[in-house]
């Protein structure tokens, strides 16, 4: 009752570029956070005054600041989304939260949408703004600032209203392929799928 067969008419690939701010460090953050990392590098993790999970963040957040003292500024983020009929998988260059794939699962329209995370890229946590807020080792270590996993959603929605006005496409110009039409009818049909298109698109953005 799981699982149902479903016949695949149309498939459809778009990709989605994203900039997003990184998580650069201040100037004063920078001492600390040198000195914790060298610590670490030399193996002498017993002089921080941390233990557990909390040392273990603290490192990472070091790192973090380390490695992104001189930049860059922004990252790229691709998004890429499949449709297979009526299903979407949107892939995600790294590891979101839950709320991320929780958030592409609400876009409207689709019987099925699956978010697939590492793909195409690996380059860190998607923390959902309230885990900057709380502190831990997602939010510490990942290169990019707070807002990042909103920007997934709302970003990867819109792309997967690109695809589903792709769908539309295909089905109209399909119907008037089955038909025959001639030249002059073809030429209504594409004045009603033009109108059709945006009457939905203004749906999906309203």
Same mark, same amino acid.
């Given at each position: 009752? /799981?699982?149902?067969?479903?016949?695949?008419?149309?498939?459809?690939?778009?990709?989605? &570029?994203?900039?997003?701010?990184?998580?650069?460090?201040?100037?004063?953050?920078l001492p600390e956070a040198h000195r914790i990392n060298d610590l670490h590098i030399a193996g002498k993790d017993s002089e921080l005054p941390y233990e557990g999970?909390?040392?273990?963040?603290?490192?990472?957040?070091?790192?973090?600041?380390?490695? *992104?003292?001189?930049?860059?500024?922004?990252?790229?983020? %691709?998004?890429?989304?499949?449709? *297979?009929?009526?299903?979407?998988?949107?892939? #995600?260059? !790294? /590891?979101?939260? &839950?709320?991320?794939?929780?958030? =592409?699962?609400?876009?409207?329209?689709?019987?099925?949408?699956?978010?697939?995370? %590492?793909?195409?890229?690996?380059?860190?946590?998607?923390? &959902?703004?309230?885990?900057?807020?709380?502190? !831990?080792?997602?939010?510490?270590?990942?290169?990019?600032?707070?807002?990042?996993?909103?920007?997934?959603?709302?970003?990867? @929605?819109?792309?997967?209203?690109?695809?589903? =006005? @792709?769908? *539309?496409?295909?089905?109209?110009?399909?119907?008037?392929?089955? %038909?025959?039409?001639?030249?002059?009818? @073809?030429?209504?049909?594409?004045?009603? @799928?033009?109108?059709?298109?945006? #009457?939905?698109?203004?749906?999906?953005?309203?």
């Open positions: 009752s /799981e699982v149902a067969y479903v016949p695949v008419e149309s498939m459809n690939v778009m990709k989605r &570029m994203l900039v997003h701010p990184s998580n650069m460090p201040t100037p004063d953050q999970m909390m040392l273990t963040t603290k490192v990472a957040e070091a790192g973090r600041k380390v490695r *992104l003292a001189d930049g860059p500024d922004y990252f790229d983020l %691709l998004l890429s989304g499949i449709t *297979l009929d009526n299903i979407a998988l949107i892939g #995600i260059p !790294g /590891e979101p939260f &839950m709320g991320v794939g929780k958030g =592409l699962k609400e876009t409207e329209g689709w019987d099925l949408v699956i978010p697939s995370c %590492l793909t195409n890229g690996d380059i860190g946590y998607f923390p &959902m703004m309230e885990a900057y807020v709380e502190g !831990g080792y997602e939010a510490g270590s990942s290169p990019f600032k707070a807002g990042t996993a909103e920007q997934i959603i709302s970003e990867g @929605q819109a792309l997967l209203s690109q695809l589903a =006005l @792709q769908i *539309l496409h295909f089905l109209f110009h399909s119907l008037f392929q089955s %038909l025959g039409v001639c030249g002059k009818l @073809q030429s209504v049909g594409s004045h009603l @799928q033009q109108s059709f298109l945006q #009457i939905h698109l203004a749906t999906l953005v309203g």
